[in-house]
């Protein structure tokens, strides 16, 4: 092993802004980590925002454009969103390794770095598919909140699990399904494919999320449910509503007693991170 710590190796992939080179920073990252080329130490902060490109445009949830029902360009469009989505999880899965990972354990790091890989390969896939069908990643606007989540559980390690993987990327199991199966329908089989392997991937995902805050709770003597249920109140400004994919959210950990009653109506909804894109037309 050498003295490369992976706390300052994670900081300098997310002050990458280009996102070829993200991408490629986070696969050598994580690869670096899985053979263990990288010391355990953390003595490097984690930035308060990663590096973004120029392009895509980021605005604010409202002035974000519709996507067109039924047409080829909302198809496109949600493609961009999601691919928005993916490169902005990379930095999500990242910032928790080398925020909680000295708190957490060695267990945590392996789980977060595997994530953020995983993140890596989904944006890859999606912005070749834009570029296959004649468009780019940054071509239109993009969300601007995706990191707010972030930066409201910074503090918080439990926090951060039960908002990021436990609600965001829970909702998108209920989600993506019906997504899919509108790309199909539509006869872009490739597309729905590809969202297919990254809603498989999430559950695993959601998973880690459960696992490591059950943990959590169970060091510091709380109940898990209960514990879920009050930093949902406390953090995700909205409702978790069904309908719920059941069977996606039982192999991720998570049960209908932990989605019962989570959150009170506050603001607009903040669902998902897939629906937090913007463009709230559905295809």
Not at 55 to 66: C, F, I, N, V
Not at 156 to 184: G, H, N, Q, Y
Not at 261 to 281: F, L, N, W
């Amino acid at each position: 092993m050498n003295g490369t710590s992976v706390a300052s190796t994670i900081r300098e992939t997310m002050l990458t802004a280009d996102p070829f080179a993200k991408v490629m920073k986070t696969r050598d990252l994580a690869r670096r980590w899985r053979v263990g080329e990288l010391a355990f130490t953390f003595d490097a902060a984690m930035p308060n925002a990663p590096a973004r490109p120029e392009k895509p445009e980021l605005l604010a949830p409202a002035a974000m454009p519709k996507r067109g029902r039924g047409s080829a360009h909302g198809r496109l469009a949600l493609l961009h969103a999601l691919a928005h989505i993916e490169f902005v999880a990379i930095d999500l899965a990242l910032d928790a390794a080398g925020r909680f990972g000295a708190e957490m354990g060695r267990e945590f790091v392996d789980d977060w770095l595997s994530v953020a890989a995983d993140e890596a390969m989904h944006y890859a896939l999606l912005a070749r598919r834009l570029r296959t069908l004649g468009s780019f990643y940054g071509a239109m606007p993009a969300h601007d909140g995706l990191w707010d989540s972030a930066r409201d559980t910074a503090h918080d390690v439990a926090a951060r699990l039960a908002i990021v993987p436990m609600v965001l990327e829970a909702r998108a199991l209920d989600v993506t399904p019906k997504t899919v199966e509108k790309f199909l329908a539509a006869g872009d089989v490739r597309s729905a494919r590809i969202l297919q392997r990254i809603v498989d991937d999430e559950i695993r995902h959601v998973r880690f999320g459960t696992k490591h805050f059950v943990a959590l709770c169970e060091s510091r003597g709380e109940s898990p449910v209960t514990a879920w249920k009050t930093l949902v109140q406390r953090h995700f400004h909205g409702t978790v509503k069904p309908p719920f994919n059941d069977s996606a959210r039982r192999a991720a950990g998570l049960s209908r007693e932990m989605m019962a009653g989570v959150a009170t109506p506050q603001q607009a909804p903040h669902t998902s991170m897939h629906e937090m894109a913007g463009g709230s037309d559905q295809l």
